[in-house]
């Protein structure tokens, strides 16, 4: 709406035919102004706000919520048909007071007018160049690289997260997918009603990682949500020599539990695909970790990162022990190696028994070790006679 003062000179034949031309309101007030307001309600569309026309399409409150619940396969969203339309512009190029041009100037009212042929050809040439445009961005497909599979998008790589409040950018995080999955929400007004919740998970490749989940109503609302979350909630993880953990870390979150194991220089990671992912985002490249139990990424990746930060570097375990940290290396034979000495006073006294940590062992390590071969009849199904 646009809103201006201009002085009666005249009858006021000459006011009621100004509001009768321009299809507006106008308000005389003393001393003799007239307040012009636009307003074209000639149709029933025009009576509405574009709020409230948008509110009946989208059937956002009321009975229209209810009606069809279930039946629509996703939520509709709001477009915006202004999007490549200027209201009054044409081919012939005319220029409409209160449309395309301005209904007042220097406290005159305009008059209908019309551009020259050489702007008129500009105009129309840019329009058709922004459509072509935006109808190759609709018909190009994003190709996805980096996934787990061609159907899944687990292993995903997308953007980095958006820049900060304060102008800081992180192009060194590399971002990935870890799950995508539907769900559903019943309430009393919509409903069976579906989102997409989003698992992304973060980081640098020097031990700088985070994970977080984002929920939206599409699925790239929910993965921009998910890795803008992700940059706010990173982890530090210690890494030994740049290449793996410090120790073997047992960890178990609900009914998921990983064993994952030190190993040396060019072993590489063999774990499930959802800990090489995350692996790869923290700077491991050498680890063996087993999942066992409930398989849910979600628990995988709460238990990775869980047993992944509560790790004991060596200057640490020294510290707690009081004591010289050693450590046995097949270069050096049967011969230790110190890796660690204590900032504080050296206890002469050896660690207690009830201090030793009473390590559970698998029994596929015990078999392993004790050179047990497995036997060909396991699994296998016998006639019942």
């Not at 477009?79 to 409409?96: A, C, T, V, Y």
Request: aromatic share 8%; hydrophobic share 35%.
């Amino acid at each position: 709406m646009r809103f201006a003062s201009v002085p009666v000179k005249g009858s006021c034949c000459s006011y009621s035919s100004l509001a009768w031309a321009f299809q507006a309101r106008c308000f005389i007030s003393a001393p003799w102004t007239v307040t012009v307001e636009q307003c074209r309600q000639s149709s029933f569309f025009n009576t509405l706000t574009a709020d409230e026309l948008w509110k009946g399409a989208l059937a956002e409150t009321g009975v229209g919520v209810k009606k069809g619940r279930g039946k629509r396969r996703k939520k509709k969203l709001r477009k915006n048909l202004n999007r490549g339309q200027e209201i009054g512009e044409g081919r012939s190029g005319f220029l409409w007071p209160g449309l395309n041009a301005p209904l007042i100037q220097s406290g005159r009212v305009q008059a209908v007018t019309q551009r020259k042929k050489e702007e008129r050809e500009r105009i129309q040439s840019e329009i058709v160049q922004q459509r072509d445009t935006w109808e190759k961005k609709r018909k190009i497909k994003v190709k996805r690289e980096g996934g787990w599979s061609g159907k899944c998008w687990g292993g995903v790589i997308l953007d980095p997260p958006d820049p900060g409040p304060n102008g800081e950018t992180y192009e060194d995080f590399e971002t990935r997918v870890i799950e995508v999955k539907n769900v559903f929400c019943m309430n009393a007004k919509e409903g069976r009603k579906k989102s997409i919740r989003a698992l992304v998970a973060i980081g640098n490749g020097k031990g700088a990682a985070g994970f977080a989940m984002g929920k939206a109503g599409d699925r790239m609302n929910a993965l921009r949500k998910a890795k803008n979350k992700a940059i706010r909630c990173l982890h530090l993880i210690e890494l030994y020599q740049n290449h793996t953990v410090y120790h073997d870390i047992t960890v178990k979150f609900k009914r998921t539990t990983i064993r994952m194991k030190k190993q040396n220089k060019g072993y590489g990671l063999r774990c499930h695909r959802a800990i090489i992912t995350i692996c790869k985002l923290i700077g491991i490249k050498d680890m063996y970790a087993k999942v066992s139990g409930s398989k849910n990424l979600i628990n995988i990746t709460r238990a990775l990162f869980k047993g992944l930060t509560q790790q004991e570097t060596h200057q640490q375990l020294a510290n707690e022990k009081g004591l010289y940290v050693v450590e046995f290396r097949e270069e050096q034979g049967p011969l230790p190696i110190v890796v660690a000495l204590p900032e504080g006073t050296v206890r002469e006294d050896p660690e207690p028994e009830d201090e030793v940590p009473d390590t559970k062992l698998e029994w596929s390590d015990v078999k392993e070790a004790q050179g047990m071969k497995r036997s060909p009849w396991v699994n296998v199904r016998r006639t019942a006679w």
